[in-house]
């Protein structure tokens, strides 16, 4: 066989995970975007304000959170200084605010494609939105009792409030859809080429001590570290085709799962919300301490839980390895 009908073979494998994604993406981001256009999102937001009350936050960002979660860090951003004044907003509130918002956005579309990957979504989308508000809740009581971060917020960058027409929604959406097939591509060559040249073992050395206490170990851990810094999109789009082809076990992508439902994409992500003004600590340092040490009691109470339990109710099973 030819070198370069190996090298296409090898290219249809990112490809068919794009195929997956993107059956995801495309119908529940239209459907989020339409919602949120519809009013349907600002009518239900109400409901959250005693949860913003709880961490210590105007009512009024009710609306940001649950526009995060359905729609996107992108479509709460623009309403963070809309609904509030900036005077009246410390960076401690800011702080919150985003970690809260980076714990728990785009659910649709993200918890979907861990689903793809074999964890239960129900299960994993609570366990997102419980961890991130007892984080809020731990950085709440910590900033208020010490009176760090009391500072009013001078954000480097404040957002216009301008929802695009449909054109050019459906113009940045395609945008975006191009290119994550791009990264997808490049990524998964990128992965191939760090394999064969000893690379990778390298970065992992460095970074298993870590992920070994947040209980993941082994192939697991490339994959895990994929999400950590580039997103889940790619982190769990490749988990998906490990844990069908076995080889990743099911305990193993339950626990890759949560960690990257609890810390992705921590670069992106994370310099867009110092950004608005929050304090790298509390939304990056912190956020991977918790990440860690969360995933890790929860991979300690996955072990006591039995296999029949653990997949009736926490994963699917579709020809994975047990164990």
């Known amino acids: 066989m030819s070198v370069i009908v190996k090298i296409f073979r090898k290219t249809l494998e990112p490809i068919e995970i794009y195929w997956v994604l993107a059956r995801i993406m495309i119908p529940i981001t239209i459907a989020a975007e339409l919602l949120s256009r519809l009013g349907v999102i600002e009518m239900v937001a109400p409901i959250f304000a005693p949860v913003m009350n709880l961490v210590g936050l105007p009512s009024e960002l009710g609306l940001a959170w649950l526009t995060a979660m359905l729609v996107g860090i992108w479509g709460a951003v623009p309403l963070l200084f809309t609904l509030v004044p900036i005077s009246s907003l410390s960076v401690a509130d800011v702080t919150i605010f985003s970690s809260l918002v980076l714990f728990a956005h785009g659910l649709p579309v993200e918890q979907k494609i861990i689903q793809m990957a074999g964890p239960g979504m129900a299960v994993t989308t609570t366990l997102r939105i419980l961890g991130g508000l007892l984080y809020a809740v731990l950085l709440h009581t910590v900033l208020e009792m010490t009176g760090w971060l009391s500072a009013p917020v ?12 449909w054109l050019e929604f ?6 975006t859809m191009i290119w994550m097939l791009v990264v997808l591509v490049a990524l998964f060559w990128l992965l191939e080429v760090l394999k064969m040249t000893g690379v990778l073992a390298w970065i992992m050395s ?12 082994g192939e697991a851990g490339y994959l895990t570290a994929v999400g950590l810094f580039l997103g889940i999109s790619y982190g769990a789009g490749l988990l998906i085709r490990e844990a069908r082809s076995g080889a990743v076990l099911p305990r193993q992508v339950f626990v890759s799962c949560v960690f990257m439902g609890f810390a992705h994409s921590v670069i992106e992500d994370t310099l867009l919300m110092i950004a608005l003004g929050a304090d790298v600590y509390g939304v990056l340092v912190g956020r991977l301490c918790f990440a860690i040490v ?3 009691i929860i991979a300690a109470l ?3 839980l039995s296999d029949n339990a653990f997949f009736q109710h926490m994963y699917r099973l579709e020809g ?3 164990g």
């Open 170 to 175: 459906f113009f940045g959406f395609a945008q």
């Open 320 to 322: 994975a390895k047990t």
């Open 154 to 165: 001078a954000p480097a960058w404040i957002p216009l409030s301008t929802t695009p027409d």
């Open 302 to 304: 996955l072990r006591r």
């Open 294 to 296: 969360a995933t890790a």
């Open 206 to 217: 460095a970074l298993s001590p870590v992920l070994r206490l947040a209980g993941i170990r």
